[in-house]
């Protein structure tokens, strides 16, 4: 199985700030990587797909890129209704794994 | 606009079989492979299950914490995804969610499992 490690764990952060979340993928994995984000009480939202393309109606503060194993989520301002956990999904091979999570609150 | 509704999720004890439904409108349904996720409370998110479209030959992968006991299917004429989870075990409770699109852009909303006695 494809183990991904996602980091940090948590981040607290300021209006305003430039946040990045990666992923390591323990083998490579192309370009098959999605960013998703999920409020409690929530299903998941796409952001990002294929590693760097961004989903329609996302704002065009959230970025990604990466191929291979190493990938980046960039959150280029900081906004408090960003406050939320974002997590990493490859999708290359069976079983699609996911990253950890990273908990984004807002300083 | 794409919508997709799990239905399905109960009270069950450990042993016991339950099916749910992810029921789709707004988007062609027969031309895409539907996954279930499921999210252990206060956990991540889990990948369990995979049905390929038709025209891909509609088969089917699934986790190893699941193999054996869960089936996934379709009916294309009903826009339809079912999970039949048979040999449910305490630690299957979890809100469970479809997903479908191109790239899993949909998402339903949750149908919460719980399994106890």
């Known amino acids: 199985d494809i183990q991904m490690t996602q980091s940090p764990s948590s981040l607290s952060a300021s209006e305003g700030d430039r946040v990045t979340i990666t992923c390591q993928a323990s083998q490579g994995i192309r370009n098959y990587l999605n960013w998703y984000q999920q409020k409690p009480g929530r299903a998941p939202v796409l952001l990002i797909y294929?590693?760097?393309n961004l989903e329609t109606g996302v704002p065009s503060r959230f970025s990604g890129r990466g191929s291979g194993t190493d990938f980046i989520l960039t959150i280029s301002s900081l906004q408090p209704e960003d406050t939320a956990t974002y997590y990493c999904l490859q999708y290359d091979s069976f079983p699609y794994t996911f990253g950890q999570g990273t908990k984004l609150e807002i300083k | 606009e794409a919508q997709l509704v799990e239905s399905g999720g109960d009270l069950v004890q450990p042993g016991r079989s339950l099916r749910l439904s992810c029921t789709t409108s707004?988007?062609?349904?027969?031309?895409?492979?539907v996954s279930w996720f499921r999210q252990a409370p206060g956990k991540g998110l889990e990948w369990i299950s995979f049905?390929?479209?038709?025209?891909?030959?509609?088969?089917?992968n699934y986790a190893a914490s699941v193999k054996g006991r869960f089936t996934i299917s379709r009916d294309d004429s009903k826009s339809i995804a079912y999970l039949q989870m048979n040999s449910l075990e305490t630690e299957d409770t979890a809100v469970y969610y479809c997903?479908?699109?191109?790239?899993?852009?949909?998402w339903g909303q949750g149908t919460l499992v719980t399994v106890s006695s």
């Open positions: 997903s479908s699109g191109r790239f899993y852009t949909f």
């Open positions: 049905i390929r479209s038709k025209p891909y030959g509609g088969t089917t």
């Open positions: 294929d590693a760097s």
């Open positions: 707004g988007f062609n349904f027969g031309d895409y492979a």
